[in-house]
T-cell receptor, first 119, second 116 residues
Framework: AQKVTQAQTEISVVEKEDVTLDCVYE???????LFWYKQPPSGELVFLIR??????QNEISGRYSWNFQKSTSSFNFTITASQVVDSAVYFC????????????????FGKGTLLTVNP | ETGVTQTPRHLVMGMTNKKSLKCEQH?????MYWYKQSAKKPLELMFV???????ENNSVPSRFSPECPNSSHLFLHLHTLQPEDSALYLC???????????????FGPGTRLTVL
């Protein structure tokens, strides 16, 4: 069974602080993909990053960085110098092929972490 | 229009009403999805369509009826809903299988549904 755990339900920081959102996953598949999505108050889920299970290189995109550790089944997300516009619910997700042809992927989401960045 | 659009953005309906939610994707994808997001619960996958064919029905009650006339459009027909069906309904699309497959799902802004 696939499972994604985001242990932090809510985090509150002051602007310019760095913040790390934790994500731990469980899967028996050897090939899978990990994602982070951002959901601002407007409701839309915004895609942030996709990571292949064979690629453990960390990634940096502007103020965002991701740390993928296969040994601990973790895929943590750090926002550097947080801003008020970063306030949102952040979801970590795991996808795996669910039909026999492997042509469709099912996303398993964590429960999300509500990040509030105060001015 | 770009990305994935959904209409209406907000919907209030009584339990005896019939309404439909519409989703349109402008990304050239071949798979579309309906998700339900209730307060305090993880996102729940409802339906998956691949090349207009339904490939997943995640034990969704029959009062929810999906329709996918082509790879760009997805509808969710609603009838005799219950108050507990009030939620944010999100549509997503992706490019599955073959050349250009990404399996990354791109989401629309959602329809906030309230059932009275």
């Amino acid at each position: 069974a696939q499972k994604v755990t985001q242990a932090q339900t809510e985090i509150s920081v002051v602007e310019k602080e760095d913040v790390t959102l934790d994500c731990v996953y469980e899967t028996r598949d050897t090939t899978y993909y990990l994602f982070w999505y951002k959901q601002p108050p407007s409701g839309e889920l915004v895609f942030l990053i996709r990571r292949n299970s064979f690629d453990e290189q960390n990634e940096i995109s502007g103020r965002y960085s991701w740390n993928f550790q296969k040994s601990t089944s973790s895929f943590n997300f750090t926002i550097t110098a947080s801003q008020v516009v970063d306030s949102a619910v952040y979801f970590c997700a795991l996808t795996y092929p669910f039909n026999s042809g492997g042509s469709n992927y099912k996303l398993t989401f964590g429960k999300g972490t509500l990040l509030t960045v105060n001015p | 229009e770009t990305g994935v659009t959904q209409t209406p953005r907000h919907l209030v309906m009584g339990m005896t009403n019939k309404k439909s939610l519409k989703c349109e994707q402008h990304l050239g994808h071949n798979a579309m999805y309906w998700y339900k997001q209730s307060a305090k619960k993880p996102l729940e996958l409802m339906f998956v369509y691949n090349f207009k064919e339904q490939t997943e029905n995640n034990s969704v009650p029959s009062r929810f009826s999906p329709e996918c006339p082509n790879s760009s459009h997805l509808f969710l027909h609603l009838h005799t809903l219950q108050p507990e069906d009030s939620a944010l309904y999100l549509c997503a699309s992706s490019q599955e299988a073959g050349a250009g497959s990404t399996d990354t799902q791109y989401f629309g802004p959602g329809t906030r549904l309230t059932v009275l």
